[in-house]
């Protein structure tokens, strides 16, 4: 299992502080992120002069890199955001997957980190019973019935100690918000989503600094304009 999660952890992923991380915690952060947006979107046009400040300063300093970044944009435009896309729709599917398992499996987080906090005083209980037992077991008094009374409590003791164990390594897994995600995900399908991720943004790379590909790239954005252009001009004054 993995470490328990600190205070500060706690409250990344318990946002309504309940004790547990579920749907309504999913929600209340898509709440937050689109209050965020909105903020961002109604205050952006109050800024447009340092936002022009900031961008004619960029283009002072990193004017040399925009004829590679022009011919990225095409490129990635025409083939790598369909296969980017595609890698980026296979690993949210296999995020709510962990999501929705870390859900339904997991007991309440402050249920498992009172159980780690007793851990040690609980083992520690245990652990002097067997000693009890084991030593009126070693007894040179003790009678037949006696050393096997005290052999039934010394297993039935180990038993208990290694339940508790086995309870503790899941407790531990509770704590650790990735365990049931991982549980949950197919390390193939990631894989792959990932391959098609990067292998969209190098092609595009590629393509970027290629000459032949810029002189593609740079007649499929003319013709596509051009093309734009002609239909208008052919709406507005032939067709009909």
Not at 55 to 61: N, P, Q, R, S
Not at 96 to 114: C, D, M, Y
Not at 128 to 147: F, G, H, L, M
Not at 188 to 197: F, Q
């Amino acid at each position: 299992g993995g470490a328990p999660l600190s205070a500060k952890e706690m409250g990344v992923f318990d946002l309504n502080n309940d004790g547990k991380v579920d749907e309504k915690d999913a929600k209340l952060l898509i709440d937050n992120a689109t209050r965020l947006y909105n903020r961002v979107a109604q205050e952006a046009p109050k800024y447009k002069m340092q936002q022009h400040a900031i961008l004619g300063t960029v283009t002072l300093f990193c004017s040399r890199s925009f004829p590679y970044t022009i011919m990225f944009a095409q490129a990635f435009r025409a083939s790598g955001w369909p296969v980017v896309k595609e890698g980026l729709a296979q690993l949210a599917d296999q995020y709510e997957k962990g999501r929705q398992e870390l859900s339904r499996q997991a007991p309440t987080l402050s249920e498992a980190k009172n159980f780690i906090a007793n851990y040690a005083t609980d083992m520690q209980l245990l652990k002097n019973i067997y000693a009890e037992a084991e030593a009126a077991a070693a007894s040179p008094s003790a009678s037949a019935a006696d050393v096997a009374a005290a052999s039934r409590r010394m297993r039935t003791t180990k038993d208990q100690m290694d339940t508790l164990r086995m309870s503790y390594g899941r407790a531990q897994a509770v704590l650790s918000s990735l365990h049931a995600v991982l549980e949950a995900l197919d390390p193939n399908v990631v894989a792959d989503a990932g391959s098609k991720i990067w292998v969209g943004l190098s092609t595009c790379v590629v393509a970027a600094v290629s000459p032949s590909a810029q002189c593609l790239s740079a007649g499929m954005a003319i013709g596509e304009r051009l093309a734009a252009i002609t239909r208008g001009i052919y709406e507005r004054f032939l067709a009909g």
